[in-house]
């Protein structure tokens, strides 16, 4: 067995470990955790691939960005967790029926595609001056225009969904501060001395 293979090997055992014990996990902090390891073995499998750009954008923006703002907030946020194990039977038939869905799908994936992995055969031999980044941006920009336009647009109405699901009302409604009027305050404005007159002293 080749090193490539190996490596291929434990980053595939290691992604569906982790991967099934985000799912498994009680603690939620954990589960996030997991989630990580998860992104980090699957960049080792692109990698593996020659596909160095997706890898380090897959750790650079997931790890590096979603995931410690998923953290922080799983952190901060008391989340019930009997309240979540109630409610676990009800959705259950449902979370069934979607594991089956794609586990049919995944299973498809694997018996219809040719992976070469048994002849060790490399799909793309590429040249010293191969540019990774230069190619994904020209299928993005040709063979996967409409596609990648759509993935934009889909984007932007979720921005849109979720400034409008979040938006509180006009800014008059709301109580802000303004730096300037805070800037301006003067001594009489926000301090005012009351004489008491002094008490009578019984003799």
């Not at 799912?23 to 692109?46: D, E, H, Q, Y």
């Amino acid at each position: 067995m080749t090193l490539l293979k190996t490596l291929f090997y434990f980053f595939s055992a290691l992604t569906l470990g982790s991967a099934a014990m985000v799912i498994l996990a009680k603690n939620p902090v954990r589960a996030v955790l997991f989630l990580v390891l998860t992104f980090f073995s699957m960049g080792g499998l692109w990698i593996l691939l020659e596909a160095e750009f997706l890898a380090m954008t897959l750790v650079l923006v997931y790890v590096g960005a979603v995931m410690v703002l998923f953290l922080f907030v799983v952190m901060m946020l008391d989340i019930d967790i009997a309240a979540l194990r109630s409610s676990f039977i009800r959705h259950l038939p449902i979370a069934t029926a979607v594991s089956v869905l794609v586990v049919l799908a995944l299973v498809t994936a694997l018996v219809k595609g040719n992976w070469l992995l048994e002849t060790g055969t490399v799909i793309n031999n590429k040249v010293a001056s191969y540019s990774d980044v230069k190619h994904l941006g020209e299928l993005l920009y040709t063979q996967y225009l409409y596609p990648f336009e759509l993935a934009g647009i889909l984007l932007l109405v979720a921005i849109i969904a979720a400034i409008s699901l979040t938006f509180r009302g006009p800014t008059g409604n709301r109580r802000v501060q303004d730096p300037s009027q805070q800037i301006a305050v003067s001594k009489k404005d926000r301090l005012r001395i009351i004489k008491f007159p002094k008490p009578e002293t019984q003799d």
